[in-house]
């Protein structure tokens, strides 16, 4: 082969190594990009989860305690060996058409 061929051959080589270095940095940075956005939005999936969770959890037991007739906020000063374990009469449901979470 011919010296020009071979010239011919590396400037293609480097034009697609300089193209495959573009490729993987732009990869690399969607990459960081999708990982930093699955982080905040697990952030903020966890802090409704923490917000929301125990207002749902608080309201299942008021409603427990409605259904059995005891309420617990007034057993807060018992030690907690006295307490007694509550007893069910109907599992707590939820609202079939909730509005607002108060309204739970």
Not at 1 to 8: E, H, L, P, Y
Not at 18 to 44: D, G, K, P, W
Request: glycine share 2%; hydrophobic share 40%; with cysteine.
């Amino acid at each position: 082969m011919s010296n020009d061929i071979w010239q011919i051959i590396l400037v293609h080589m480097d034009v697609l190594e300089h193209a495959y270095t573009q490729s993987q940095l732009n990869h690399s940075a969607l990459i960081f990009e999708l990982q930093s956005y699955n982080s905040s939005q697990f952030r903020v999936l966890n802090d409704n989860i923490h917000a929301f969770g125990s207002i749902l959890q608080r309201s299942l037991v008021r409603q427990r305690a409605s259904n059995c007739g005891v309420l617990h906020s007034g057993q807060a000063d018992m030690p907690h060996h006295q307490l007694e374990p509550l007893a069910e009469t109907t599992p707590a449901t939820l609202s079939s058409n909730p509005h607002t979470l108060q309204c739970l």
